[in-house]
């Protein structure tokens, strides 16, 4: 059974990041949505190619309305190691987070195949959640590949806005 439907709210998500401040959802005012961006962490390099767009494309999705965050369940230590050698200087980068709560997140886990994976992490999920902090919509991988394209997503949101386009897949 799915823990996240569209139109209903997401599971609670307070998140240590490595700016030294707490995020909480709950705490989020986006005048049309808060992203949240889940990703494999420091060992995935389609992960860093991923967050590193995103950085360069932050000031479109903030002036969409849109707030960004983006989280792993790495340690803290290796989120500062990310954000001092990927290029996302923009971006809020959470850690810590636990695969008890991934799963509450309905995202795929992971053992590591290698000896630069965790033992265990989750995989890449891309979730707009509009301000009331219901599902609008998600995209849950199970493998690092085919994630949703951000300049087709800047698209998506401006056709959303424009047409008051109702969140799918409640039923």
């Known amino acids: ?43 995935c390099p389609v992960c860093k190619s991923y967050l590193e767009e995103l950085n360069s494309k932050i000031d479109e999705f903030r002036d969409k309305g849109v707030n960004v965050v ?42 590591g195949i290698s000896d630069k994976e965790p033992d265990v992490f989750f995989e890449p ?10 599902l609008y919509a998600a995209s849950i991988q199970s493998m690092p590949f085919a994630r949703p394209k951000f300049d087709d997503l800047l698209k998506s949101i401006s056709f959303i806005l424009n047409e008051d386009y109702p969140a799918r897949g409640e039923a």
């Open 125 to 134: 999920a891309l979730f707009l959640i509009k301000p009331d902090r219901t």
């Open 1 to 43: 059974m799915k823990n996240l439907i569209p139109r209903q709210e997401v599971p609670e998500l307070i998140i240590d990041t490595v700016n030294g401040m707490t995020w909480n959802l709950r705490d989020q005012q986006p005048k049309n949505f808060t992203m949240v961006v889940f990703y494999r962490g420091l060992h």
């Open 70 to 111: 983006c989280i792993s369940s790495n340690t803290g230590s290796l989120a500062e190691e990310t954000t001092t050698k990927w290029d996302i200087e923009k971006l809020t980068i959470g850690f810590d987070f636990s695969i008890e709560n991934a799963r509450k997140w309905d995202l795929f886990v992971s053992e």
